[in-house]
């Protein structure tokens, strides 16, 4: 399950290169507007599931592990938030945190969204989830905080709005702790970077200057300013004013968690190009602030009945998760799910010793990290082409509508089930070795040539 294939090809393939090796180059590695730091750390799950099952793909569920078991920070401090105010208010609000939908299916993501967030709620976690926080705490949040930074600088008005709201005044006590362990995340990031030959710092310029004055982004489309209002009122539905007003009554307990998401919202909605991951961290926010509404109204109910109560608001909560996860959101579970099963059957065998893709989409279409195999990933796009060079490889990937096309001697393997992409998703393979065809265009090079 890969859901947004840009976890693959952003941060789960350097990560692979890292480990094994070969890997398909998108534009943002060869511009240099990605840091390294989370391909690095990704790099140590992945290696080790690589060396004790080379032929699976234990490295991809190793990585999948351990981003979920980072995701258990945002259940931990929704939980603490909520003790601060009531047994009741942290059993509601862990509750709605480990089983919301979208955390659920964020959590395991290679994504900068969800790490981000994981991060962020750390610092929520030190800053408000107990009494005035001391030098220390404020030092070990301003480490989580320009890590989360590191992980993704869109984060940076929500991460000054934390700043502002918890360190008020108090220089000395806790703005200079927090700049200090902020720094030493930076330096942390530097450090990476040098470990991969990269200029410190450069990536955060190039994704200004690309994204932002040349507009880059906007190529992948754009929305007017009220998209992600209109994205959260899809993706809710019928749950979304009572989450509001819910959230608008947890508010009260924690103003500056609104506030966060509030700005983070705002900051986002500015921008051009939108995607619902990039506000997870306001929706996440108000689905907290919503739990911590509920056990408010809980609190008013009769002791008698406050059991049965909770457990009819917790049965709520989680059917209202399920129905959600089920209705408009549904198609994201699947996302590509059809090229990630080509690719990784295609490299299933040992022997496997070249791919073909054929008539790919105009997007990126392969991965090492699914692939597996250190052999060339070539690009066929007539059925002449693929008669010719068919010596260079014994397997090809194709989308299902041109399976026909392919020549005699490959055989159909499988066709996954259809995703909600253009991906292709057809495997065929012929017997016998391979032989390199240096003239034939490879992924990388196809990639370089179409600016992607």
């Known amino acids: 399950m890969v859901g947004w294939f840009d976890e693959i090809w952003q941060y789960l393939e350097p990560a692979w290169h890292l480990v094994a090796g070969p890997w398909v180059q998108t534009w943002d590695y ?12 990704l790099s140590l799950p992945m290696g080790l599931g690589h060396a004790l099952s ?15 078991a980072l995701s258990l920070v945002i259940v931990g401090a929704a939980v603490a938030l909520g003790l601060r105010l009531s047994r009741l208010h942290g059993i509601v609000a862990g509750f709605v945190a480990a089983t919301w939908f979208e955390l659920v299916f964020f959590a395991p993501r290679a994504l900068s969204e969800p790490i981000g967030l994981a991060l962020l709620m750390g610092a929520v976690w030190l800053l408000l989830a107990r009494d005035r926080p001391g030098p220390r705490r404020f030092a070990l949040a301003g480490l989580l905080m320009g890590l989360c930074f590191v992980a993704r600088i869109q984060y940076a008005p ?21 700049i200090a362990g902020g720094c030493g995340a930076l330096a942390v990031d530097a450090l990476a ?16 200057r690309i994204n932002i004055i ?16 209109q994205l959260i009122a899809w993706y809710w539905y019928l749950a979304m004013a009572p989450i509001l007003l819910l959230a608008w009554i947890g508010a009260k307990r924690y103003p500056a968690l609104l506030w966060i998401a509030l700005v983070h919202l705002g900051f986002h909605s500015l921008i051009g ?26 609190r008013r109910v009769p002791r008698r009945r406050l059991a049965l109560a909770t457990a009819g608001t917790l049965l709520l909560w989680g059917g209202t998760s399920t129905a959600l996860a089920m209705e408009h959101f549904r198609p994201n579970w699947t996302m590509e799910a059809d090229l990630a099963a080509a690719l990784e059957r295609a490299g299933r065998p040992p022997g496997t010793c070249g791919l073909a893709l054929y008539r790919p989409r105009d997007t990126v279409a392969g991965a090492y990290a699914l692939y597996r195999r250190d052999t060339p990933i070539y690009v066929i796009g007539t059925p002449e082409e693929a008669r010719r060079r068919a010596d260079a490889f014994d397997v090809l990937v194709a ?5 026909a096309e392919l020549p005699r001697q490959y055989r159909l393997e499988s066709c996954a089930a259809p995703g909600i992409t253009d991906a292709p998703g057809c495997v065929a393979r012929r017997i016998g070795s ?3 065809d240096p003239t034939a265009t490879s992924l990388n090079a196809w990639l370089a040539a179409s600016g992607n």
């Open 30 to 41: 060869r511009a240099g507007l990605r840091s390294w730091l989370i391909p690095e750390l």
């Open 193 to 208: 970077n040098i470990a991969m030959g990269a200029v410190p710092f450069r990536w955060m310029i190039e994704a200004a």
């Open 214 to 229: 040349e507009g880059r982004a906007k190529a992948y489309g754009v929305m007017p300013i009220t998209g992600y209002l």
């Open 434 to 436: 391979c032989t390199p």
């Open 158 to 178: 929500a991460l000054l709005t934390l700043a502002i709201l918890t360190a008020r005044a108090d220089w000395r006590g806790a703005w200079l702790p927090m």
């Open 273 to 298: 190009h939108k995607e619902y991951r990039f506000v997870l961290a306001s929706t996440a926010l108000l689905v907290i602030l919503a739990a911590i509404g509920s056990a408010d109204l809980l």
């Open 54 to 68: 080379p032929d699976t793909t234990l490295h991809l569920l190793l990585v999948r592990l351990t981003l979920a």
């Open 399 to 403: 989308p299902r509508a041109h399976v």
